[in-house]
């Protein structure tokens, strides 16, 4: 009773994570998982529209430093996360929600092990303060 | 002489410069007068709510409305209009999405009143009064509207056909729109009566823009001396012509001054600050981590500047009034 699960949106890119994996295996496994064709291509309104629908935390997967398909997207997304990242503060949002990691894992294992890692890091921050002390999140 | 079509004109929450870009119309404005007739203009005229309460639904041909919702009164002469109204214009930014005093939204009410009544260094309140909605005085009972936990655009409080954007509107497109509505010829309801694109597509200093804009030192207009000729952000003045709609006439640009988003997100965008960041991030030219967050560091205030008129109506500070009460 009462146990606090917080629900994490993955966004992963297609050229990195789990191209080699089982799709259907992998999708029963992770909830919200939006693979999609460059990391560079997840614009903020998304990001924002996930914590709007009730997320408690966003991970951004992209790939390795030097490695992007289209040769900088990666990088391009890791700018936007920082900057989303002061964006969300003011909101009562903290930074640990919104995380970025450029890797590569073809068979997309490591995906749900790097939910669960950023999920127990959130339960411990709680869900998502609504409207009480920030009147500006209206969730 | 069959009956002119009744116009009214009405602030909310605004400064009262919005009826000032009414007013900048100029020698038009004798044609408006000519060919419609006010019935309320609270700012200029002397006609009181009353004489709207006694008016039939619908009878009202045009409101103009402008200012943002933040109390009982806003909404209750809101829906009133509503009411008395076949078209209702949100007239300027804070109609349109909250304006700046949206910005008020990252602050509690609680700490707003403590602020305003009780710790701000110029208040002398020793009996630590605050305004109270219904206060007895003698007997009698005295009410002032209460004043709400947020900030509403007027689309959150009532059904909204046309919208004008900008603080305040240009002369232009205040004249265009007032054509528009005597003629007959109106876009169909929801339309912004301004033009689709960024402001960049009209942006006199666009041909100084190379192809490819790379910044590392992000600036602040008042830290530098900025060239009156050249793209600000290729200055890396921080600018915000990208993410906004075009139609301001360029007012602010002409005077050496960057884009503060007025006019609010382009035609189909419903969040100008996180598509400012989207556009922002892109033209950060820096790739190693720490030097990323080193750069995005010297932004004072991201969110009140990416926000400065709409945050409100932004993705995650939107709020429907309508819902809630």
Same mark, same amino acid.
């Given at each position: 009773?009462?146990?606090?699960?917080?629900?994490?949106?993955?966004?992963?890119?297609?050229?990195?994570?789990?191209?080699?994996?089982?799709?259907?295996?992998?999708?029963?496994?992770?909830?919200?998982?939006?693979?999609?064709?460059? /990391?560079?291509?997840?614009?903020? !309104?998304? +990001?924002?529209?996930?914590? #709007?629908?009730?997320? =408690?935390?966003?991970?951004? $997967? *992209?790939?390795?430093?030097?490695?992007?398909?289209?040769?900088?997207?990666?990088?391009?997304?890791?700018?936007?996360?920082?900057?989303?990242?002061?964006?969300?503060?003011?909101?009562?949002?903290?930074?640990?929600?919104?995380?970025?990691?450029? /890797?590569?894992?073809?068979?997309? !294992?490591? +995906?749900?092990?790097?939910? #669960?890692?950023?999920? =127990?890091?959130?339960?411990? $921050? *709680?869900?998502?303060?609504?409207?009480?002390?920030?009147?500006?999140?209206?969730? | 002489?069959?009956?002119?079509?009744?116009?009214?004109?009405?602030?909310?929450?605004?400064?009262?410069?919005?009826?000032?870009?009414?007013?900048?119309?100029?020698?038009?404005?004798?044609?408006?007068?000519?060919?419609?007739?006010?019935?309320?203009?609270?700012?200029?005229?002397?006609?009181?709510?009353?004489?709207?309460?006694?008016?039939?639904?619908?009878?009202?041909?045009?409101?103009?409305?402008?200012?943002?919702?933040?109390?009982?009164?806003?909404?209750?002469?809101?829906?009133?209009?509503?009411?008395?109204?076949?078209?209702?214009?949100?007239?300027?930014?804070?109609?349109?999405?909250?304006?700046?005093?949206?910005?008020?939204?990252?602050?509690?009410?609680?700490?707003?009143?403590?602020?305003?009544?009780?710790?701000?260094?110029?208040?002398?309140?020793?009996?630590?009064?605050?305004?109270?909605?219904?206060?007895?005085?003698?007997?009698?009972?005295?009410?002032?509207?209460?004043?709400?936990?947020?900030?509403?655009?007027?689309?959150?409080?009532?059904?909204?056909?046309?919208?004008?954007?900008?603080?305040?509107?240009?002369?232009?497109?205040?004249?265009?729109?007032?054509?528009?509505?005597?003629?007959?010829?109106?876009?169909?309801?929801?339309?912004?009566?301004?033009?689709?694109?960024?402001?960049?597509?009209?942006?006199?200093?666009?041909?100084?823009?190379?192809?490819?804009?790379?910044?590392?030192?992000?600036?602040?207009?008042?830290?530098?001396?900025?060239?009156?000729?050249?793209?600000?952000?290729?200055?890396?003045?921080?600018?915000?012509?990208?993410?906004?709609?075009?139609?301001?006439?360029?007012?602010?640009?002409?005077?050496?001054?960057?884009?503060?988003?007025?006019?609010?997100?382009?035609?189909?965008?419903?969040?100008?600050?996180?598509?400012?960041?989207?556009?922002?991030?892109?033209?950060?030219?820096?790739?190693?981590?720490?030097?990323?967050?080193?750069?995005?560091?010297?932004?004072?205030?991201?969110?009140?500047?990416?926000?400065?008129?709409?945050?409100?109506?932004?993705?995650?500070?939107?709020?429907?009034?309508?819902?809630?009460?």
């Amino acid at each position: 009773m009462g146990h606090y699960e917080p629900k994490i949106v993955c966004f992963s890119c297609k050229f990195g994570w789990g191209y080699l994996g089982d799709d259907a295996a992998l999708s029963r496994q992770i909830k919200n998982w939006i693979p999609i064709i460059c /990391s560079g291509k997840i614009d903020s !309104t998304h +990001i924002l529209d996930a914590f #709007k629908r009730g997320a =408690d935390g966003v991970l951004v $997967l *992209g790939c390795p430093e030097g490695n992007c398909h289209y040769q900088d997207g990666n990088f391009e997304a890791r700018k936007r996360v920082y900057l989303l990242q002061k964006m969300l503060e003011p909101y009562g949002i903290e930074k640990e929600r919104l995380r970025i990691v450029l /890797s590569t894992d073809p068979g997309g !294992t490591q +995906i749900p092990q790097l939910i #669960k890692e950023m999920s =127990d890091r959130i339960e411990k $921050l *709680g869900p998502l303060k609504k409207i009480k002390g920030k009147a500006a999140l209206v969730v | 002489m069959a009956e002119k079509p009744k116009v009214a004109i009405c602030w909310l929450g605004g400064c009262g410069g919005c009826d000032e870009a009414v007013v900048d119309i100029n020698e038009v404005i004798l044609r408006v007068v000519d060919a419609v007739d006010l019935i309320l203009w609270p700012v200029a005229l002397d006609f009181k709510y009353h004489h709207i309460e006694a008016m039939k639904d619908g009878e009202i041909a045009l409101s103009v409305i402008n200012g943002h919702v933040r109390n009982s009164d806003h909404k209750e002469i809101a829906e009133l209009l509503r009411r008395k109204s076949q078209l209702v214009l949100a007239f300027g930014a804070c109609a349109c999405f909250g304006g700046t005093p949206g910005l008020a939204n990252l602050t509690t009410k609680e700490d707003i009143f403590n602020w305003v009544y009780r710790d701000a260094p110029t208040v002398v309140n020793p009996k630590g009064n605050h305004p109270q909605p219904k206060v007895s005085v003698d007997g009698k009972e005295l009410t002032l509207p209460e004043f709400y936990e947020h900030v509403y655009a007027l689309n959150q409080v009532i059904d909204v056909d046309y919208y004008l954007p900008g603080c305040p509107p240009p002369p232009d497109l205040v004249v265009n729109a007032i054509t528009a509505v005597l003629e007959a010829k109106l876009p169909p309801k929801g339309s912004t009566l301004a033009p689709h694109k960024a402001l960049c597509d009209t942006c006199p200093r666009n041909k100084t823009k190379p192809a490819k804009i790379a910044i590392s030192d992000i600036k602040r207009i008042h830290e530098v001396e900025a060239d009156p000729n050249s793209c600000f952000l290729v200055q890396g003045i921080l600018c915000l012509g990208p993410a906004t709609r075009a139609g301001c006439g360029e007012a602010c640009i002409d005077i050496n001054i960057p884009c503060r988003g007025c006019f609010g997100p382009v035609e189909g965008v419903a969040d100008a600050g996180a598509k400012f960041a989207s556009a922002l991030a892109s033209i950060i030219d820096v790739e190693d981590e720490e030097e990323v967050k080193k750069s995005i560091d010297t932004i004072d205030d991201v969110i009140g500047y990416f926000y400065r008129f709409s945050l409100p109506s932004s993705i995650l500070g939107k709020k429907d009034l309508k819902k809630t009460i």
